[in-house]
């Protein structure tokens, strides 16, 4: 018994002086770094006439601003990779539009679900939260919601990064067809034939077509967004939006004239296999922004779940390159 308990106390002894160790290391880890920037993702609410908004949040509180606006049919959960990349040189904010992820979804015949009506919302946002200057990233939905933001607001854009975020004609596909004649015929059996367009197969679609390498597509965040678009009254919320998207195409040649006016300086990162926005969308900006900077990456859609680190690479040259 002896013997044992002088073992013990032995490696007790050993225990806690690597426990000492470590804590010296550590403390001369943090002082060999001490500008080591907190890149902690923080998850927040505010509330915008009525609706709650979830957003992500990190990087240094006055550092330049960076807004990420999501699509369909996913969420701020899509910047999930990106955010941390970004966040030690800047405030990166990414809210949920109403409808969508975390925020608030009133139903359909509480809330008009209208593309101008989500940038009122997002306005409400930014001016609540007093981003008074910052570039923005748009993707997919995110892009209308975003060009109307800047539009009513071209003294606060430092900048635009658009990840497959349309804003010409050439750049709809013929997936859009379908979408098209529904916009013709606003009837209630085109909007039935739309129904599909919720689904988990459509969900799945969206996130695997034109991708190289599937084995890269996490699965949680299809499965998260399919989810969330189950939700009950959430397919008509998603077919208002779907028949609304006709009035960003109306606003395209307003967008060009804020392109032209203002000429903001522009990234463009785009998947050249989505099966939704063609790569002629992306070199369209060019017509109004001769001096865009336009990189493609071998993917579809979903470009971040494939291509974060090069994406996020490209934003961090870029965003060096904006007005404080």
Do not use: C
């Not at 084995?215 to 009950?232: F, H, N, T, V």
């Not at 099966?275 to 493609?296: H, I, M, Q, T, V």
């Amino acid at each position: 018994m002896r013997k044992f308990l002088i073992h013990f106390a032995g490696l007790i002894t050993f225990i806690l002086l690597m426990v000492n160790v470590s804590a010296a290391n550590l403390r001369q880890q943090i002082k060999i770094n001490p500008k080591m920037k907190d890149t902690s993702i923080h998850y927040r609410s505010v509330t915008v006439d009525g609706l709650k908004l979830f957003y992500r949040e990190a990087g240094p509180e006055k550092a330049p601003v960076l807004l990420l606006l999501h699509g369909y049919p996913t969420s701020s959960h899509m910047f999930r990779n990106l955010i941390p990349q970004l966040s030690e040189k800047y405030h990166v904010i990414a809210p949920d539009l109403p409808g969508f992820g975390n925020s608030s979804a009133p139903d359909h015949k509480e809330f008009n679900y209208t593309f101008d009506n989500l940038a009122e919302v997002m306005q409400g946002f930014i001016d609540q939260l007093t981003l008074d200057r910052f570039a923005i990233y748009i993707f997919d939905y995110g892009a209308p919601v975003g060009l109307r933001l800047a539009v009513a607001n071209p003294d606060k854009i430092t900048g635009i990064i658009s990840q497959n975020g349309n804003a010409y004609e050439e750049g709809l596909s013929k997936e859009w067809d379908p979408i098209q004649r529904y916009w013709k015929d606003p009837s209630q059996a085109n909007r039935d034939a739309l129904k599909d367009f919720v689904s988990k197969e459509a969900t799945w679609f969206q996130y695997h077509q034109g991708v190289s390498d599937p084995s890269l597509i996490a699965p949680e965040a299809y499965l998260l967004d399919q989810q969330l678009l189950d939700r009950p009254g959430n397919i008509e919320i998603q077919l208002d939006l779907v028949k609304d998207y006709r009035s960003n195409v109306a606003m395209y040649p307003d967008f060009h004239k804020y392109f032209r006016k203002y000429q903001p300086k522009l990234l463009l990162v785009w998947g050249d296999k989505d099966p939704y926005f063609l790569p002629a969308g992306a070199e369209a900006y060019k017509k109004d922004l001769p001096n865009a900077d336009l990189k493609f990456f071998d993917t579809g859609h979903f470009a971040l779940e494939t291509h974060a680190k090069e994406i996020g690479s490209n934003i961090l040259l870029f965003m060096g390159t904006l007005p404080k």
